[in-house]
């Protein structure tokens, strides 16, 4: 199931190193729910429609101009500041270390608004605090599964519960690998080319191995056989062998599993005794590379035979 997600602003202030105008305004309870941010423009001239409130407000050099020749009149100013807090806005932000008049500071603090300050110009900043937004607010889901780094392509290796996936994910880590995440992995989906997988902070670095318990991998084998987040470039779906079933021996035809409207190139791997899944794990992810550079063997392989047949 898709979980809602929100930042709180005492979030955004320790992430970006803002300075608070109000110091005894609580930002815990005040939350920042769109990755997008808003300049107020057209509201600083008293037009209020469509006024994106509870999105994060920013003000620049520019704003900071108009408010200083435009809004001299302390009445109108005093409108147009009430127009714009009233809202319950999560808060504002100025750029460029620029500081908030006092008339702005006293309808700011009636109606609880924080004021933030930051030293970064305002496209540098716009553009990092929505990277780090759409991230901290992408659609997430949990998924019972192992999250491995394999030279650098995200492997989610998924199964029934002790079909071994734990056991594939150690052999993989004794082999140079990383791990992300064992059992519970959640999905953020950033863009609707990427997905990125991580582990909850309760259970992270830990691989549990049915008859042996819990291991910390990371104390283990060390810090670089763990990894916090990874895209998730390809799915390996363990299950039982099945004679009855028609298991793909070519890979012609590319196959999918969907994550939050996402489609990632999935394979369906068969259990036998014998069978090193660490091995085909490390082949898989190599040859999944290997088509993302433009070569594709199951393909070249059809081309020799299909030419010969013609000669």
Not at 173 to 194: A, M, N, P, W
């Amino acid at each position: 199931m898709t979980q809602e997600h929100k930042v709180s602003v005492t979030e955004l202030i320790k992430k970006h190193n803002l300075k608070s105008v109000f110091t005894d305004i609580n930002t815990d309870d005040r939350y920042i729910t769109q990755a997008e941010v808003n300049r107020p423009a057209l509201q600083l001239a008293g037009f209020f429609d469509h006024f994106s409130t509870n999105r994060l407000q920013i003000i620049g050099n520019v704003e900071y101009i108009y408010l200083n020749k435009m809004l001299t009149d302390d009445e109108t100013a005093e409108k147009i500041y009430e127009g714009i807090f009233h809202t319950d806005l999560p808060c504002m932000v100025f750029c460029r270390g620029i500081e908030p008049c006092e008339r702005m500071k006293m309808v700011a603090r009636k109606y609880g608004v924080p004021l933030l300050i930051t030293e970064d110009p305002t496209s540098e900043f716009m553009a990092e605090v929505i990277r780090w937004l759409n991230v901290e607010l992408a659609p997430r889901i949990s998924i019972h599964g192992v999250l491995v780094d394999v030279f650098g392509e995200g492997i989610l290796i998924t199964g029934e519960s002790g079909i071994g996936k734990s056991e594939a994910a150690l052999e993989l880590i004794k082999r140079g690998h990383r791990l992300v995440s064992d059992d519970v992995v959640e999905i953020k989906r950033v863009s609707k080319d990427t997905l990125i997988g991580s582990s909850p902070e309760v259970t992270r670095f830990f691989i549990e191995l049915r008859g042996i318990g819990i291991i910390d991998v990371k104390n283990l084998f060390g810090v670089e056989s763990v990894k916090m987040t990874q895209n998730i470039d390809l799915v390996i779906q363990l299950e039982d062998w099945n004679k009855e079933t028609d298991y793909d021996r070519l890979g012609l035809d590319e196959k999918y599993t969907e994550y939050l409207g996402n489609k990632v190139v999935s394979h369906a791997l068969p259990i036998r005794p014998g069978r090193n899944l660490a091995v085909i794990v490390e082949s898989a992810a190599i040859n999944h590379r290997q088509k993302k550079m433009g070569y594709n063997a199951a393909e070249e392989l059809y081309k020799r035979v299909t030419g010969q047949l013609e000669e």
